[in-house]
């Protein structure tokens, strides 16, 4: 899912063509689907793809699940050369496990998360000390495909970023989920009440960004003496 996101956002910024861009899928009715809509070359098989890219400025990006990880690296192996730029965005595989699987020193890790799928994603990413200034330019473009990006220092940054941003929206759609049953509680139609709070939960995201204020400091504003917001904290 997220590799579809990294392919429909780079065609949507219209950053590359489809021409230049090569995926591979297991499932036969999978690759023409991609094909069909994207307009890019799907192989079958791991290796096919990597050896199809035109030269060694071509990234590779990894976006399979964890326990996937160790086949795809020992497919790899073979064909990914030693200064070819790797983007992995699996969950717990280090720099360290695909540089030493791949023999190769140029390696990057992100974390995106769940709403990079429409473009408004936050991507958390580091990489190996021998990531050249211009590969971290490309990487750079590419994560804005996704939404905002930011580099962070250390790897354990981004094993926080996984629990804050990329599991974040978990927690957000609790809170909606929660807010809009309490609408159908009180008695609202559920479209009703998921419109009610979806907007207000966007309106105030927004609101926090532009103010530049703390979150208590926001709550303060709204919470007067004796008011309803008052009131339901205190429920």
């Given at each position: 899912v997220m590799g579809e996101a990294i392919v429909a956002g780079l065609l949507?910024?219209?950053?590359v063509a489809p021409s230049q861009i090569t995926a591979s899928h297991p499932r036969a009715n999978r690759r023409e689907e991609l094909k069909e809509k994207y307009g890019i070359e799907v192989f079958e098989?791991?290796?096919?793809?990597?050896?199809?890219?035109?030269?060694?400025?071509?990234?590779?990006?990894l976006c399979v699940k964890p326990q996937r990880l160790t086949g795809v690296l020992h497919e790899l192996g073979e064909v990914v050369q030693p200064n070819q730029l790797i983007i992995s965005i699996i969950a717990g595989a280090t720099i360290e496990t695909i540089s030493n699987s791949l023999k190769?020193?140029?390696?990057v890790r992100a974390m995106p998360n769940t709403p990079s799928q429409i473009g408004h994603g936050m991507t958390a990413w580091t990489c190996a000390?021998?990531?050249?200034?211009a590969q971290k330019a490309q990487v750079k473009i590419l994560l804005t495909a996704l939404g905002k990006e930011l580099l962070v220092e250390t790897e354990n940054q981004i094993d926080?970023?996984?629990?804050?941003?990329?599991?974040?929206?978990t927690y957000i759609f609790m809170m909606?989920?929660?807010?809009?049953?309490?609408g159908v509680?009180?008695?609202?139609?559920?479209?009703?009440?998921?419109?009610l709070v979806q907007q207000t939960m966007l309106g105030s995201t927004l609101f926090a960004m532009e103010s530049h204020k703390?979150?208590?400091?926001?709550?303060?504003?709204?919470?007067?003496?004796?008011?309803t917001s008052a009131a339901a904290i205190y429920e």
């Open positions: 949507r910024k219209k950053l098989h791991n290796p096919d793809a990597v050896k199809s890219l035109p030269d060694s400025d071509s990234m590779i990006v190769n020193d140029y390696v000390e021998q990531v050249t200034d926080m970023a996984t629990s804050l941003s990329a599991t974040g929206p909606m989920e929660a807010l809009t049953d309490a509680h009180m008695g609202f139609s559920r479209e009703v009440s998921k419109e703390q979150p208590a400091e926001l709550r303060n504003m709204v919470t007067s003496p004796g008011g």
